[in-house]
């Protein structure tokens, strides 16, 4: 177990090197110049070469990069800027401060979305799937088969602001959605993030029903289970002893799929409920060419993906034990 999870760290920091590498070469592709649009149109050329001096930028590009790589483990002087303690992750001149107290100010709100909607995901959309398979063809099969092709087919932007009419404007039932820090007041921190929730919720957890369903029926008929069946296991035992876990490997992959969704896909959830987040942070260091702060996000992004994906190896191995044995 303990060499399994050796190669995947392994692997793991491989794939967020290169992604680093392939991000910080191609944003060098984009025709703004960005020290040239912090400048503005009339700067005089000795404050263009001050500011690409303190950005960096007067050095070739893959020096750039070593710099870049050296801060995120032993932090760098930032001319004319101060000391950035690691990871630094450089300093944004958009905004005037450091990437890394920005994104850190930005994170809880991602995480907030992510972590809470894929519980929902998970119990509603686990819970949904498990009672069909186990009552296939009667009425709840089909009430939880049919809600869940419904819940496929909409959208973030359009399920949101109609929860937000219904359960808030019109029955009263929530808050409008708003972000409180978790230590500052659990309770509206969770009340707040209740619609959000319940939308991510909608969209995502028909693919859970279906395919712990099917998977489940699939295990359901195999000749393992039908033999424990044969020698006197009950339904009961017999579902949730082998058939579950038979069919857990692929729900486990389709989390890790969805985990990188949702925080990828924040830009829009973020954007419906107004919350200021990774996302928001991401479309405005886009719009404002602030190269620094879109290459520090892209790669939490790439970084949270790659560890999300790596948490499901290690419980591949725990379902599992031909994974690690392979």
């Known amino acids: 177990m303990i060499r399994f999870l050796i190669r995947r760290l ?7 090197t290169v992604v680093t590498a392939v991000v910080f070469q191609l944003f060098y592709a984009l025709p703004r110049d960005p020290a040239r649009a912090f400048c503005g149109r009339l700067c005089l050329p000795e404050n263009l070469a001050i500011l690409r001096h303190q950005m960096g930028m007067d050095l070739p590009v893959w020096q750039q ?3 870049w790589i050296q801060g995120i483990f032993a932090g760098r002087d930032i001319p004319d800027i101060g000391r950035c303690e690691a990871p630094c992750f450089g300093y944004s001149f958009a905004k005037g401060e450091f990437i890394r107290e920005t994104i850190v100010d930005r994170l809880p709100v991602t995480i907030s979305l992510t972590a809470g909607a894929i519980i929902i995901i998970l119990t509603v959309g686990v819970g949904a799937g498990m009672l069909a398979a186990a009552r296939r063809g ?26 937000v009419y219904v359960l808030s404007d019109t029955l009263g039932i929530l808050p409008r959605p708003t972000y409180t820090d978790i230590t500052a007041s659990p309770g509206k921190w969770f009340v707040g993030l209740l619609i959000p929730w319940l939308a991510l919720s909608i969209i995502f957890y028909a693919n859970y029903t279906r395919l712990t369903r099917s998977m489940l029926l699939e295990q359901l ?3 393992y289970v039908r033999t424990a069946r044969a020698k006197g296991l009950s339904r009961r035992a017999s ?3 082998f058939a579950w876990r038979g069919a857990m490997i692929p729900i486990v992959t389709q989390v890790g799929i969805d985990l990188g969704v949702l925080l990828t896909g924040a830009v829009i959830t973020e954007s419906t409920f107004g919350f200021h987040g990774l996302g928001e942070l991401t479309v405005q260091a886009f719009v404002n060419t602030d190269l620094p702060m879109l290459l520090g996000v892209t790669v939490i992004g790439a970084g949270a993906i790659v560890l999300a994906n790596l948490v499901v190896d290690a419980l591949y191995a725990v379902i599992d034990p031909r994974v690690r044995l392979a």
Do not use: K, Y
């Open 10 to 16: 392994i692997s793991a920091a491989v794939i967020v």
């Open 65 to 67: 990069f070593l710099v």
């Open 138 to 163: 009667t009425w709840l099969d089909s009430v939880a088969t049919s809600t869940s092709n419904v819940g496929g087919a909409m959208q973030i932007f359009f399920v949101g602001p109609l929860l």
């Open 221 to 223: 008929g195999e000749d």
């Open 239 to 241: 579902f949730f002893r």
